[in-house]
């Protein structure tokens, strides 16, 4: 599909989005950056301090596994506002821009009667459009004292870029038009890379060693050179990026061995941190809905741009298509409807965000999208032709990683490089879930290689996407 059909889906899509009156709730849709989910104590994190995020589990869903297409936070943010997979949406990588015009749900809700708006980071080029109002991150932004471009009008808003939002997003809502639901997107920096700390935060952790997963070390035995030759490990060369223009150098007296186990400690607990900032924002916004007697009339989500490595595989960022990597938190609150506890197991994608809340909105969707709504799974149905595969790819070449493409079933998961020594591997989820043995010359695994193979081929083709 060509960039002049991406998304210019304009007039002719627009004029038949029909602008009856909206019959959904107000949304509340949090939305942060690296935030992974082995962090958060709704997935069983016990290292993370995520009440609030907790709170929002306990009173709703829970996804258990949500994937993103493209583990990188451009195009998956472009995949979440589109429903569609990079190579149609047209952001493959974090260098390409949102295209003008582009059809995204806050546009199709704004046209069907909701007020909308984004306060946080945008990170997608051009200036937001399709929102009543935006106050966005240049870029990445700042942790410190960040500029915000506020309906096009830069300035500089001191504080702390957790609580610039949070604060910014209740002001918003209490001044908003309330003849109209809102759609009001809740999109946070933390806890991306430098993770600096807000002086909130800064106290919790202190003095504690905080547990190693259990492959930190990993020696990537049985796997691809392409795996092997990247660089974002944990240890010095993180601290060189990351840390050391802030913190100085590694003190000499840490040995050699130990520098790995030395530099995780610094990086999970800042880490750690930044989320937790995150998940205070989120418990602000909760408590002025329940003043303004908002909740029962608000479905609220959270979720993050992708997954994210602690130390896991001795990995940090994200890109590969190993679990922590690709799986991103979903968690959805919907009173009346969504029964508070529940967990859905079967397979979402960041790409069944748009539709997702383009149908809870009443709206109409464009034809042609990728995703598919996840409202059934939350009305307690369990539709028999639910997705059971996913097409996983990767097109940055960055760091030593990409591009890569792969195909994840309920059991099983293929990768295939295309950058180093170009190989496979192959993983049993169900006997291996953290991935440490590579299946793909294993004999006994060869007739399920075939199927993985043949899975990928056709989820490709249906989706029209360029093979490596």
């Known amino acids: 599909m060509t960039r002049s059909i991406i998304l210019c889906l304009t007039s002719s899509l627009l004029s038949s989005i029909h602008a009856a009156a909206p019959s959904g709730p107000n949304i509340v849709f949090f939305f942060s950056d690296d935030h992974a989910a082995q962090s958060i104590g709704a997935y069983g994190s016990k290292i993370g301090r995520t009440p609030n995020i907790d709170r929002l589990a306990r009173e709703g869903a829970l996804f258990e596994n949500c994937f993103c297409v493209n583990s990188i936070c451009v195009p998956s943010r472009a995949c979440v506002l589109t429903g569609l997979y990079s190579h149609t949406n047209g952001v493959r990588t974090n260098a390409d821009a949102l295209p003008k015009g582009a059809v995204t749900f806050p546009r199709i809700l704004r046209d069907a009667g909701y007020t909308t708006a984004i306060i946080g980071k945008w990170h997608l080029q051009t200036e937001p459009e399709g929102f009543d109002h935006w106050s966005v991150l240049p870029g990445q932004g700042a942790y410190f004292d960040p500029a915000m471009i506020e309906d096009g009008v830069r300035r500089k808003c001191p504080g702390y870029v957790s609580e610039v939002i949070t604060e910014k997003a209740v002001a918003w809502l ?14 946070h920096k933390a806890p991306h ?15 504690e060693m905080i547990p190693e997963p259990e492959n930190l070390r990993d020696d990537f035995a049985g796997r691809t050179e392409a795996v092997r030759s990247h660089r974002l490990f944990v240890g010095r060369p993180q601290w060189e990026l990351h840390f050391k223009k802030r913190f100085g150098d590694i003190p000499a007296d840490v040995p050699e061995p130990d520098v790995r186990g030395w530099v995780y400690q610094k990086y999970i607990r800042d880490y750690l941190r ?19 007697r908002l909740t029962d009339k608000t479905l609220v989500i959270y979720s993050s741009d992708q997954g994210f490595f602690l ?6 960022d994200k890109r590969l298509m190993y679990e922590e990597s690709i799986r991103m938190p979903l968690v959805v609150r919907w009173p009346g409807v969504t029964r508070a506890g529940t967990r859905i197991g079967e397979m979402a ?11 809870v909105g009443g709206a109409n969707a464009p034809g042609g999208l990728h995703g598919r709504s996840l409202a059934p799974l ?16 990767f097109y940055e070449e960055a760091y030593g990683i990409g591009p890569i493409e ?24 169900r006997t291996d879930p953290k991935e440490m043995r590579n299946l793909i010359s294993d004999p006994s695994a060869a007739a399920v290689s075939v199927e993985m193979s043949k899975e990928l081929a056709r989820l490709r083709d249906q989706l029209g996407a360029p093979g490596l």
């Not at 130390?311 to 940090?316: A, S, V």
């Not at 939350?378 to 790819?393: H, I």
Request: hydrophobic residues 35%.
């Open 349 to 359: 994608l960041n790409v069944d965000f748009a539709p997702t809340l383009i149908d």
């Open 378 to 393: 939350l009305r307690g149905e369990r539709p028999g032709d639910w997705r059971t595969a996913f097409y996983y790819r």
């Open 274 to 292: 930044c989320a937790a900032s995150v998940d205070a924002g989120v418990g602000q916004i909760l408590d002025y809905l329940e003043s303004d």
């Open 406 to 429: 792969g195909v994840r079933t309920m059991t099983h998961k293929l990768i295939r490089y295309g950058f180093a020594d170009r190989g496979a591997e192959m993983y049993d989820l």
């Open 193 to 207: 890379a430098n993770w600096e700390v807000g002086p909130r935060e800064r106290p919790m952790f202190e003095g």
């Open 174 to 187: 209490k001044a908003r038009d309330r003849s109209k639901p809102f759609c009001l997107l809740v999109q």
């Open 311 to 316: 130390g896991e595989h001795g990995l940090y």
